[in-house]
């Protein structure tokens, strides 16, 4: 059969139309599947931030630095109640950890200190904060802070010589990550110092002939950008000449003959996207933007002579911190580049004091007006501190909008991130975007390709986790463990260690430093010896801590006297009026109110515990078999005697040698309790509980089974209130008692009613300006702050 051209250009027509339709098809079930795995990746690895504002930067050893913590959603910077312990770290120079604590977190806010010892040498260190479930990510993404801490009961440290800074690292990053033959680009730079620190240079791109193709500067800290259209015949080498006049080479990044580009410009209130492709043959692309995990734009582009241009309103991005991400035709990733928006809703901070000035010990009074961008009244939780101004401030504190929008999302240190806040400078923030590499998001990850979730949110309060093993090193299943902190109040915890030997005890109402005993229920299995090994929280891997030198010039010598002798005086003034622990315990037993309480120094003692239960706890049943004591109580709700022995207890800690209980002196036990029905304890099941309560909760001399396991615990720090003489009458004022604060003020629990609030406090013997720094944070995830100053004379 004959077909007539007529019908074969209606065939070709018709094949055409369907490998399109075939094409199209398969487009949208490409972006539907990335589509759907990132909101499943987004569904189950919610991103937790932390923002961690200090009383100030600078401490000397002897003094507490003062925190507040803001833990917040990722994705709406709102308040996140999903984490219920944070870690806090101070650490050297080198990454060591020289000092650790955990802080309790409710409704995502929490409040700590760390006294400064004076074992720590003078230097610059930082301040690092995460939760568990932060540690799923890397540890660039915690928080951190350069502080420094100066001990000046020890020597003056020598001073830093700017000359012997002589070793740069520079980074040049192409827009969209690739150079393309023939296809001009921006290409952006950083050179930083062996310390971190942006510098002043005169650059230049040189030829294979040595031939000066461009000369480059940093507009500031080191950061800048230039274009160029880049030959892959040609031979690229940077060269940059420092300060000092002293040249430094350096590679440049690598030409592709073919590949894809990505530009992204501002014009008027519109974000324009550019993609070149130099392919043997065009084909469809994928643009996908996400900010904070929130889908932006997300759909299959069509090349047209190897370009693209899209333009979308910027009405459309959230505040902070943009992905823009090229997906060439199979949905690999290709392209991506960063975008920054500077947030329209915050929160605006007035604040009114009585006086411009003030004098010694006189009162201040703080009003504070907080607003959000339409000049409503906003109520946030706000923190604030107040503290003398002087020389030794090295380092300042961000921002928590400058933190949160910005630094908490780029890899990499952003120096003085709050001046990208400043009005205009558009150009410089892109520059930031283009050398701060974005690793919070791995396509690999959202693709299904990445590493599990290794780390779980303490949801509930603080954990403690670890392995058993048996003597010859297999996991120990199904193994029932009792944890017990010895105290007054009888802190026992009960788990099962799972198939491969592990285990989760929730610890309630454990604060500050404690001893805990651990040991397997020997009721049981009263042969085996078993093996326990904690998992340590704290993160043992730091991540790249840059060297900062500090600069103590004989100048600041007289400056340093005053303030360790403030220090000084105020700990011996003061040091019996700072209240130890703001944190409310449950004095109550695990097991509630006893069926029957005896406190022993209400009845005639005995000398021996046997006549002790015999003569006064008629819930308690002796019983002598083969030489050996047993200990029966009854059953009040059904009426009998349990047929075996009750859980027995000495502060908490379980005893399973009844025979060591009854040798124990009655005379140390000042109270005993009895639970006289079966008790449900996590997974253990108890036929009645027999307690004894030492006068100190010590332990009083027992000595626990070999075979459990002893070790000192650091539980939650228990918060401590900021003291703050008050000066309210002549005679106060009039006293020679000295008053050498430096910081007046600590608040980190300020909260605002219809946008207002109030705070007073007194000014201290010390003369000179003081600054005032507030932070704020509201449930809709508003941010503001506020700096200061006033006088003291």
Avoid at 288 to 316: A, D, K
Avoid at 428 to 451: A, E, P, S
Wanted: hydrophobic share 40%; aromatic share 10%.
């Amino acid at each position: 059969m004959r077909i007539s051209n007529t019908q074969f250009r209606c065939i070709r027509t018709t094949i055409t139309a369907l490998v399109i339709l075939f094409a199209c098809l398969a487009s949208n079930a490409q972006v539907d599947s990335l589509n759907a795995k990132f909101s499943a990746y987004r569904g189950i690895r919610s991103i937790e931030k932390i923002f961690v504002h200090m009383d100030r930067t600078t401490h000397v050893c002897g003094e507490t630095l003062w925190f507040k913590l803001y833990c917040v959603n990722g994705a709406t910077h709102r308040p996140m109640d999903l984490s219920k312990v944070a870690y806090i770290e101070v650490l050297s120079d080198n990454g060591e950890s020289v000092l650790q604590s955990k802080v309790e977190l409710a409704q995502g806010r929490g409040c700590g200190s760390v006294q400064i010892p004076i074992s720590l040498n003078t230097g610059n260190y930082t301040l690092r904060a995460y939760t568990q479930w932060m540690k799923n990510e890397d540890p660039e993404f915690f928080f951190h802070q350069p502080i420094t801490i100066i001990n000046t009961f020890r020597g003056r440290e020598p001073a830093y010589k700017p000359e012997d800074v002589v070793t740069l690292d520079a980074q040049f990053m192409p827009e969209g990550g690739n150079l393309v033959d023939g296809i001009e680009s921006i290409v952006g730079f950083r050179v930083v110092n062996q310390f971190g620190k942006g510098v002043n240079f005169r650059g230049s791109i040189m030829s294979g002939k040595g031939d000066t193709i461009l000369v480059f500067q940093p507009a500031q800290f080191g950061i800048g950008a230039f274009r160029l259209t880049p030959k892959i015949s040609e031979s690229y080498r940077v060269v940059i000449e420092d300060g000092g006049g002293k040249s430094h080479a350096f590679p440049f990044p690598k030409v592709f003959e073919s590949g894809y580009t990505l530009a992204v410009t501002r014009s008027e209130s519109n974000v324009k996207i550019k993609v070149h492709a130099k392919l043997p043959q065009f084909r469809n692309v994928h643009v996908f933007i996400h900010t904070r995990n929130q889908i932006v734009y997300s759909r299959s582009e069509e090349l047209s002579n190897g370009e693209l241009t899209l333009t979308i309103p910027e009405r459309h991005f959230d505040a902070g911190v943009s992905h823009i991400t090229l997906f060439d035709a199979q949905m690999k990733p290709v392209c991506e580049r960063l975008l920054f928006k500077r947030a329209e809703k915050k929160l605006n901070i007035t604040v009114h004091g009585s006086d411009a000035s003030y004098r010694n010990r006189q009162k201040i009074t703080l009003s504070f007006n907080v607003a959000d961008e339409l000049a409503g009244p906003s109520d946030a939780d706000m923190s604030l501190a107040v503290y003398k101004i002087d020389s030794l401030a090295f380092f300042r504190q961000p921002s928590i909008d400058a933190y949160l929008l910005m630094s908490s999302d780029l890899q990499g240190t952003i120096e003085s991130p709050d001046t990208y806040f400043e009005s205009g400078g558009e150009e410089i923030v892109d520059q930031v975007m283009l050398t701060h590499g974005w690793r919070r998001f791995r396509w690999n990850d959202i693709l299904g390709r990445g590493k599990p979730l290794s780390f779980q949110p303490e949801v509930l309060g603080l954990s403690l986790t670890g392995k058993v093993t048996t003597a010859s090193g297999s996991p120990a299943s199904a193994l029932r463990l009792f944890l017990s902190v010895p105290s007054k109040n009888s802190l026992f915890f009960t788990a099962n260690t799972l198939p491969d030997g592990t285990f989760n005890f929730l610890l309630k109402n454990v604060y500050g430093d404690r001893r805990i005993i651990l040991q397997s229920d020997m009721t049981r299995d009263s042969v085996n010896v078993y093996s326990f090994q904690l998992t340590d929280p704290f993160v043992k891997v730091a991540n790249k801590i840059y060297s900062y030198p500090l600069a103590l010039m004989p100048t600041l010598e007289k400056l340093l006297i005053t303030r360790s002798m403030n220090m000084q005086v105020e700990d011996i003034f003061r040091k019996d009026k700072t209240p130890v622990s703001k944190s409310v315990i449950d004095s109550t037993a695990f097991y509630g109110k006893a069926d029957e309480t005896y406190l022993l120094d209400d009845y005639t003692r005995f000398t021996v515990m046997d006549e002790v239960l015999r003569e006064y706890v008629p819930g308690v049943i002796v019983k002598v078999r083969r030489k050996q004591f047993l200990l029966g109580v009854r059953d009040i709700v059904n009426h009998g005697t349990f047929d075996d022995e009750p859980l027995r207890l000495v502060d908490g800690v379980p005893f399973f040698d009844t025979d060591k209980i009854m040798q124990f002196d009655p005379l140390k036990v000042k109270k005993l309790e009895v639970v006289s029905k079966a008790f449900f304890h996590g997974p253990a099941v108890f036929p009645g509980i027999v307690s004894f309560t030492t006068y100190e909760g010590d332990l009083a001399g027992i000595v626990p089974d070999p075979r459990s396991l002893t070790i000192d615990f650091a539980g939650l720090q228990a918060e401590r209130e900021f003291y703050q003489p008050r000066y309210d009458d002549e005679a106060d004022r009039l006293s020679r008692e000295p008053d050498s604060r430096t910081l007046l003020l600590w608040a980190p629990d300020i909260k605002t009613s219809n946008g207002k609030a109030s705070v007073d406090f007194y000014s201290s013997d010390e003369s000179g300006y003081f600054q005032i720094e507030a932070t704020c944070l509201s449930a809709a995830g508003r941010m503001g702050s506020f700096r200061g100053t006033f006088l003291v004379k």
